[in-house]
């Protein structure tokens, strides 16, 4: 998410379409939600993360309000700009995403 002059926080990228019994849904990202900057892990660099993260860890770049200091930049790492959330993975609530992505994250380990 970026920051505009009057501090607020926007973003106009996170539309996903998901085919859902051929029907194409729209989810858009909870603001403020977080649980894929802290449940994956990641194993490329990250600015301030050289080595990447483990699963579990906040990433240095989320920050107070869980928004993604580098979204939209290039140094932020492509697994996270290729994220796309949807109902399977995100659930309804950012609880339940924490849960879901750190469950993905266990079975693929």
């Known amino acids: 998410m970026r920051i505009d ?3 607020r926080y926007y973003d106009n990228s996170f539309f996903n379409f998901i085919k859902q019994g051929g029907v194409v849904s729209q989810m ?5 939600c977080g649980a894929c900057c802290i449940a994956p892990s990641i194993s490329t660099p990250i600015p301030g993360m050289p080595n990447g993260k483990p699963a579990g860890v ?3 770049q989320l920050d107070e309000r869980n928004f993604c200091r580098i979204f939209g930049q290039s140094d932020r790492p ?6 796309s959330a949807d ?9 339940e995403a924490l849960l879901r992505i750190l469950d993905m994250e266990q079975a693929t380990t």
């Open 5 to 7: 002059g009057s501090e």
């Open 28 to 32: 858009m990202c909870r603001a403020g």
């Open 58 to 60: 906040r990433c240095v």
């Open 78 to 83: 492509a697994v996270c700009s290729a994220f």
């Open 87 to 95: 109902e399977a993975t995100c659930g309804s609530t950012r609880d």
